[in-house]
């Protein structure tokens, strides 16, 4: 059964940190790339950051650069996202998901999602 779980989500003030977790079952975690979304009342899902398979390489939305980073831990099936420097704006529901291909079909799965919510 596959499963991404995250966690680390909260109440943080402007200019707050958190991270945020996403632990994988069920699938070859290692072979997989990650990402992170995040959904904003009344808005679409956007693309926050991306890590390759093996963790060589990152893409970042331009609202999170030099702010957010992305890591994961291929021991642990574990990905990360660090968020320094928080924002109203960066208020919303942060998603995990995971695509890759195993045995020549391609595959993404989403996790159920972890509010951030950035206020005084």
């Known amino acids: 059964q596959v499963q991404l779980v995250e966690s680390g989500g909260g109440l943080v003030q402007p200019g707050g940190s958190l991270t945020l977790s996403c632990v994988a079952s069920g699938f070859t975690f290692s072979r997989f790339a990650m990402r992170w979304y995040r959904q904003a009342p009344g808005k679409e899902r956007e693309l926050v950051a991306r890590i390759t398979s093996a963790g060589s390489s990152t893409n970042y939305a331009d609202s999170v650069k030099g702010r957010f980073t992305i890591s994961r831990d291929n021991a642990k099936n574990m990905v990360y996202l660090q968020m320094n420097s928080l924002k109203p704006e960066d208020t919303a529901v942060y998603y995990c998901?995971?695509?890759?291909?195993?045995?020549?079909?391609?595959?993404?799965?989403w996790g159920q999602g972890t509010q951030v919510t950035v206020s005084s």
């Open positions: 998901h995971a695509d890759g291909i195993t045995g020549g079909l391609g595959y993404d799965y």
